[in-house]
């Protein structure tokens, strides 16, 4: 089987809004667990390392920096950080051609670099330009599992 195919059909990049959900066992993070997490498809999950770094700050401003550390830390040992340095050229591409955060062109640029789908939910910037980030990568919406 083609590497590169088999890694599309059993890879899904994470973005951090889910991850939150997915932390918090709130109803999208019990989809995503149960689409995604539990389904045998599914053996790599990515992540950017923006992502790593924003769930940390969101779980800080909750937490003691120690705590927050160590719960994301803790949570994302079976997830892959990709390299920074492999997502700085399309990362930099999509931020400034999409009124996009970082962190989402981050993600997008993960999934673009490894040509796997993107999980992610919508969000009004996204959406809005939804179209053109369509032909660029697959994005999933785990709201549309509601």
């Given at each position: 089987?083609?590497?590169?195919?088999?890694?599309?059909?059993?890879?899904?990049?994470?973005?951090?809004?889910?991850?939150?959900?997915?932390?918090?066992?709130?109803?999208?993070?019990?989809?995503?667990?149960?689409?995604?997490?539990?389904?045998?498809?599914?053996?790599?999950?990515?992540?950017?390392?923006?992502?790593?770094?924003?769930?940390?700050?969101?779980?800080?401003?909750?937490?003691?920096?120690?705590?927050?550390?160590?719960?994301v830390s803790d949570f994302l040992k079976d997830f892959i950080i990709c390299p920074e340095s492999n997502l700085r050229d399309d990362?930099?591409?999509?931020?400034?051609?999409?009124?996009?955060?970082?962190?989402?062109?981050?993600?997008?640029?993960?999934?673009?670099?490894?040509?796997?789908?993107?999980?992610?939910?919508?969000?009004?910037?996204?959406?809005?330009?939804?179209?053109?980030?369509?032909?660029?990568?697959?994005?999933?919406?785990?709201?549309?599992?509601?």
């Amino acid at each position: 089987m083609n590497v590169n195919k088999d890694l599309h059909e059993t890879s899904i990049v994470i973005d951090t809004g889910v991850l939150v959900e997915l932390l918090e066992n709130s109803e999208l993070g019990i989809i995503f667990s149960q689409h995604f997490l539990e389904n045998p498809q599914f053996e790599r999950y990515y992540i950017s390392p923006i992502t790593d770094t924003e769930l940390k700050y969101i779980f800080c401003r909750r937490n003691s920096y120690q705590e927050a550390k160590k719960i994301v830390s803790d949570f994302l040992k079976d997830f892959i950080i990709c390299p920074e340095s492999n997502l700085r050229d399309d990362a930099f591409r999509l931020k400034c051609n999409f009124p996009i955060s970082l962190a989402d062109s981050y993600s997008l640029a993960v999934a673009i670099v490894l040509n796997i789908p993107l999980c992610m939910k919508k969000e009004e910037e996204i959406q809005n330009n939804i179209g053109k980030l369509s032909s660029e990568a697959k994005i999933i919406f785990i709201d549309d599992y509601l």
